[in-house]
């Protein structure tokens, strides 16, 4: 038997989670069984909790889109019992069950090990968000990005990829310019590195100029829709925008005119399909690189049971850091 955080939907079409015992038999294909410890809230995390946003397909379903934890069984040659192992995306969580038990089944070819140093509860705490930041910062780093070059701006700060993008930028030696629209979060965001906070409503306004002062040597956006548009025409001339997510909207009411006139690149960043060698390359970045103190400042910890009520949470922007699920508390 092993526990887990179950979604259920009804006739109605009305969704309930809560924890149950389930046998074993239940745990899907696979050629691995973890013995997760850890496992963490995201966005995603947010829809399969609720309703499924279209990504859960089939119920009952267990979300969590990702985990940490010991490796119990495997078939596969690459892993065996006791290797310490993280999952993030993949599609995990959403149309397969996911890390909100104490049991997963999956595929080697999903499962990264864990670099000496990192332990389950700490990336966990880095989770799909921090991964996603740390993705976004090599791509930017691989297109030129150097701290030399000036401020660098990360929107939806207070966020879980924001939070993580702070952190670990200023850990390399980056200015950051954290971009929040949560009141009161200026401590928060000064202890996890940033040197200056920019109001969301200074960036709310749509494009009325298509090139503003050149500002930013690099941006990680959160947030997408009419902020990221203003912001294209914000960067210095040849810089970066990795875009991450879409927190304040889909569309892009942008011009051309920053990519033509000032070689403004923009980067797309998914960590969802990402191929193995990325995925490993950023875990031993964040490892090597990610300051723990800070990363412990970002943590807010919880059990199972907690996780409807802070998924429902999540989707009106109301979590700030990196919510910790310990699934045997
Ligand atoms: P969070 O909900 O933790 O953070 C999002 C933050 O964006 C909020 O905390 C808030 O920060 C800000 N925000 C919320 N609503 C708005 C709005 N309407 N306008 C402007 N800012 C807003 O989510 P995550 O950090 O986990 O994820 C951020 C985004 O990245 C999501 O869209 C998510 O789907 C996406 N994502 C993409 C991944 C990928 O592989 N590409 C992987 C992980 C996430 P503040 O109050 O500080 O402004």
């Known amino acids: ?67 940490a934890g010991v490796v119990e069984a495997s078939e596969d040659a690459r892993f065996a019992p ?11 969580g959403e149309i ?26 700490a990336a966990m705490a880095v989770g799909t968000a921090g991964l996603t930041a740390m993705l976004a910062i090599l791509a930017l780093e691989d297109h030129g990005l150097a701290p030399a070059q000036g401020e660098v701006l990360v929107t939806g700060a207070t966020g879980g990829v924001g939070s993580v993008a702070t952190a670990l930028l200023s850990a390399g030696g980056y200015e950051v310019a954290a971009v929040t629209g949560t009141p009161g979060s200026e401590d928060y965001l000064h202890g ?15 494009v009325k100029r298509p090139l503003e002062t050149e500002t930013w040597a690099g941006c990680i956006d959160a947030v997408g829709g009419a902020m990221l548009a203003r912001i294209l025409g914000q960067m210095k001339y040849g810089a ?22 000032r070689g403004v690149n923009l980067l797309g960043i998914d960590s969802v399909m990402r191929p193995m060698a990325d995925r490993e390359r950023a875990w031993s970045r964040i490892a090597s690189d990610l300051p723990m103190d800070r990363l412990e400042a970002m943590i807010r910890p919880a059990g199972l049971a907690d996780l409807p009520a802070l998924g429902e949470a999540i989707l009106k922007g109301g979590v700030q850091g990196r919510v910790v699920v310990d699934v045997n508390a």
């Open 1 to 67: 038997m092993f526990r887990a955080l179950v979604v259920e939907k009804d006739e109605a079409g009305e969704t309930r989670a809560a924890v149950q015992e389930l046998d074993e038999s239940l745990l899907p294909e696979g050629n691995v069984t973890v013995r997760v410890e850890y496992s963490t809230l995201n966005y995603k995390d947010g829809l399969c909790l609720g309703s499924g946003g279209g990504l859960v397909k089939v119920w009952p379903h267990v979300p969590g889109i990702d985990f």
């Open 82 to 92: 006791g290797d310490r192992v993280v999952l993030t995306g993949w599609r995990v």
């Open 96 to 121: 397969r069950w996911g890390g909100y038990a104490t049991k997963a089944r999956v595929k080697a070819d999903w499962l990264v090990k864990l670099p000496d140093g990192l332990s389950a509860r």
């Open 192 to 206: 996890l590195g940033a040197r200056r906070i920019v109001p969301r409503a200074d960036l709310a306004e749509t």
């Open 240 to 261: 970066s925008v990795a875009a991450v997510g879409l927190a304040g909207g889909a569309a892009l009411p942008a011009t051309v005119i920053p990519f033509i006139l």
